[in-house]
């Protein structure tokens, strides 16, 4: 009698799994936590700074987050050996205050170096040898700083290209390919319980680039390389097709012993805004966020950018924007409460 009172209680005092839940979420953190999906977004830190409005949507909706461009090296190291930590330190600081874990974006990248580390390889004044060193610094430095704050880190950022090839970076043309399991190794011993990523665009649809990443992979794997995730950024567009096999390629990352991430999701339109194309972006948002359920490795579901006001689309793409979950004054977009009415298989 006594064992099965135990067990009784045990069932009793159990949480019901999310999926039983009656009601759907009520914003975003909800969200987050009937499903174990985290729902991240990008973050402006100027915005974050001089606007409230912002700050408290930012704050009341999301429980991760990533600094757009913050942790970038231009930003932490414009001079060489000046460092400049204000704004990725007021994110970091901004999410504890708020129960929000981070995403550490980027220790390797093709973009956003500094001007002088450029034209030092470009001119022959940084050869090689010190290249590497360079590069062992600024991740060991970056990751040591973080340690114990960041969740996770995208060590390289879009290291293959549309066709398949590895991307003839600096990184690549100078040091070979051995960089990129020397970057996986210097940030797995500056932060040793930090996951690391490997992230990428058009990683949703594009055979090419897929397969090397997973062979990629595989190869670090075999080498002991401490790889733990990828991240698919999701830059997407309503005159595109959505690309329906999304959740088979995360599967078959996740087959790989891989955690699965969301990293940058937007989906613009041509403008002007109609209502149509809200209600087809709002199928994208919900489908990524099904996408993402369905695969039990995928625990991160990150926009970039959550409102209109704040967003890269309009400066990079001539006539499109509106990609956000939020309009210009913070009013949810259908594709917002679509993403709140998900089914949650898990
Ligand atoms: O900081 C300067 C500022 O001093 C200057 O006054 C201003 C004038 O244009 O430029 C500022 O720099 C801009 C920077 O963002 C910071 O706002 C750059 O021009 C601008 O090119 C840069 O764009 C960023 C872009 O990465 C650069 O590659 C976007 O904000 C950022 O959203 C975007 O993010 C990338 C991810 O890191 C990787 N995946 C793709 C994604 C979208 O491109």
């Not at 461009?69 to 205050?97: C, H, I, Y």
């Not at 990609?323 to 917002?336: G, R, S, V």
Request: hydrophobic share 40%; proline share 5%; charged share 25%.
């Amino acid at each position: 009698m006594k064992p099965l009172i135990i067990a009784l209680a045990l069932v009793l005092a159990a949480p019901l799994p999310a999926s039983a839940h009656p009601r759907p979420p009520r914003d975003l953190r909800q969200l987050a936590e009937q499903t174990g999906v985290k729902i991240g977004s990008a973050v402006d830190i100027a915005a974050l700074r001089a606007e409230s409005d912002y700050r408290r949507v930012l704050n009341r909706q999301f429980n991760h987050v990533t600094a757009e461009n913050a942790m970038k090296w231009e930003s932490v190291e414009p001079q060489r050996g000046v460092f400049t930590w204000d704004d990725a330190d007021t994110l970091v600081e901004n999410a504890r205050r708020n129960r929000q874990q981070v995403r550490g974006h980027t220790l390797v990248w093709h973009n956003q170096l500094p001007a002088w580390l450029t034209a030092g390889v470009e001119d022959g004044s940084i050869g090689a040898t010190e290249l590497r060193q360079i590069l062992r610094d600024h991740i060991t430095t970056q990751v040591r700083r973080y340690k114990g704050k960041i969740r996770a880190w995208d060590v390289v950022n879009e290291v293959v290209e549309e066709d398949g090839t590895m991307r003839q970076s600096i990184w690549l043309k100078h040091l070979g390919s051995g960089y990129i399991a020397d970057a996986f190794r210097w940030a797995h011993r500056a932060d040793p319980r930090a996951k690391l990523f490997i992230n990428d665009y058009n990683l949703e649809w594009n055979a090419p680039k897929i397969e090397t990443t997973l062979s990629l992979v595989k190869e670090l794997q075999a080498q002991g390389v401490p790889i733990h995730g990828v991240g698919f950024q999701g830059h997407l567009g309503i005159q595109y097709d959505y690309p329906g096999d999304w959740a088979n390629v995360m599967r078959r990352f996740a087959d790989l012993g891989l955690e699965v991430a969301i990293t940058e999701l937007d989906v613009r339109m041509e403008l002007p805004v109609t209502p149509e194309k809200l209600a087809t972006q709002a199928t994208y948002y919900s489908r990524a966020m099904t996408d993402c359920l369905s695969v039990r490795a995928c625990r991160e579901l990150t926009v970039w950018g959550f409102t209109d006001r704040h967003s890269w689309v309009p400066g990079w793409f001539d006539g499109e924007g509106a990609a956000c979950l939020l309009d210009e004054n913070l009013a949810p977009k259908p594709a917002y409460q679509a993403l709140l009415t998900v089914k949650n298989p898990r």
